[in-house]
């Protein structure tokens, strides 16, 4: 019976350190496990950070693309409004100028076609109002000329009309108009004094 003892003892023995071994097995296995799965997940974390780069540096590069895109097309109006300018189609040209929103000196450039126009529109104006003048269309002149009394001569040529619309009307027996006219004649030759008579 003691071989039998000692048999059994020796199993308990051996089980004892199975038993541990498999313990130190079964520990190192879950410490493998737990490397795997964190690696795992550091492997999808950076999946997940490179697609989040890549992702950033295609919206970067569109982005800039369309920024130099936008940027083209803002000097080819700037350049096609230029031409209008120097055309002198400055209404078309302000039109332009006004979509670029201060692009470049737009702004500036805007403004001075607006006083070209303004100037071209003054000209034709004074033009008109001479050809109705040498038309002996004076009432029509001296309202023309009024308005424009600023440039060249325009407001002593609106007197002057005024002046010989007033000889006109007196010479039709229109004193009551003829009246009015040597009074917007002003000081003209001697307006003030046919005017009291």
Known sequence: MDENKLLEKNNKIDMKAFLKEEEARL????????????????????????????????ILSAAYSLGSEYDREKAR?????????????YQDA???????????DSKSRMNQCGKLMAEEKTKKTYE????MF?????????????????????????????YKYAEVCVANDEFEAAYYAY???LDYSDASEKMKA
């Open 27 to 58: 520990a190192d296995d879950l410490k493998m496990v737990a490397r795997n799965r964190s690696l795992a997940k550091e492997k999808k974390i950076m999946k997940i950070f490179t697609i989040i780069v890549l992702c950033f540096s295609t």
């Open 134 to 162: 040498e038309k002996e269309q004076y009432l029509e002149a001296a309202s023309l000329f009024s308005r424009i009394k600023e440039y060249e001569d325009a407001g002593v040529k609106a007197q002057e009309s005024y």
């Open 183 to 185: 009074k917007n004649a």
């Open 94 to 104: 302000i039109e332009v100028y006004d979509t670029l929103y201060g692009y470049a």
């Open 128 to 131: 008109n109002a001479m050809d």
């Open 77 to 89: 109006k700037y350049q096609e409004a230029k031409v209008l300018q120097e055309r002198g189609m």
